[in-house]
């Protein structure tokens, strides 16, 4: 019995592994097209990578390079949201992602945001809450060590310091914390999307026969707020709200 859950672990590891060497050959794959200038076939690649659940903000990355080079606005988009959803601080993606929403028609304007939480969120968000997460567990193993360090300290100056730490240590701890939590409530409190149709009429009511509010091109980034039916709820940057067909938008979270 034993040896048979044996033969089966290892079969699974062993399974496991070869699905990584698959993964990582279709990366490797679509680098390699990508350099010769085979865009299509690079995001073929990589979506089929993706296909597979495995994401990394490098593979949306390059997906998103793939589909700009194609002049695809919105896959483009996309991407590079998805890729900055994984790493908010790398300025590589904001910059490619930039240069992408150029190319988008809808020029909508902001409502600038004011108050704490505006000013919270400007220092806390540029980093993931799993990122914010690990910083509080680094902390707390430097609390650990700083703890052993106070408790095997032979002079009092030594446990003032060691204990100066330990509290440092907690009060980051603490901080990252509440980082953590902070942003994961921002970003679960939005539901944002891409448009994905050419063109797409925004009615005033979830209904074909409604009047049209406004019309949205593709790449331009949404909040949805609620679906009924084949229509979903929508509010732009410049808090304008109508109803969009599902089909024509595809949510990145």
């Avoid at 030594?158 to 409530?185: D, E, H, N, P, Y």
Wanted: include cysteine; glycine fraction near 8%; aromatic fraction near 12%.
């Amino acid at each position: 019995m034993e040896r048979f859950k044996m033969k089966k672990l290892l079969y699974i590891v062993s399974l496991l592994m070869a699905m990584q060497a698959a993964f990582g050959q279709s990366f490797d794959k679509g680098n390699e097209l990508y350099r010769k200038g085979d865009y299509a076939g690079a995001a073929q690649q990589y979506e089929g990578v993706l296909k597979q659940q495995q994401e990394s903000a490098e593979l949306y990355f390059n997906l998103g390079n793939a589909y700009y080079k194609q002049e695809k606005v919105a896959p483009a988009i996309f991407n590079y949201e998805k890729a900055l959803q994984l790493n908010p601080g790398n300025k590589d993606i904001k910059v490619n992602l930039g240069y992408a929403q150029k190319m988008v028609i809808d020029d909508i304007k902001a409502v600038p945001k004011v108050g704490v939480s505006k000013l919270l969120y400007g220092i806390t968000g540029n980093y993931h809450y799993n990122t914010w997460a690990w910083v509080a567990v680094s902390f707390s193993v430097l609390f650990l060590v700083l703890f052993v360090g106070y408790y095997l300290a032979g002079t009092t100056l030594l446990k003032r310091i060691f204990f100066t730490g330990m509290f440092i240590a907690v009060l980051c701890i603490i901080l990252s914390i509440l980082a953590a939590v902070f942003v994961r409530a921002q970003v679960t409190g939005e539901h944002p999307a891409i448009v994905y149709a050419e063109v797409a009429a925004v009615k005033a009511e979830p209904s074909v026969k409604s009047r049209d509010a406004f019309i949205l091109h593709e790449g331009t980034r949404v909040n949805a707020k609620e679906t009924v039916g084949n229509w979903t709820k929508v509010v732009l940057a410049d808090d304008s709200v109508g109803w969009i067909e599902k089909s024509a938008i595809k949510a990145l979270r």
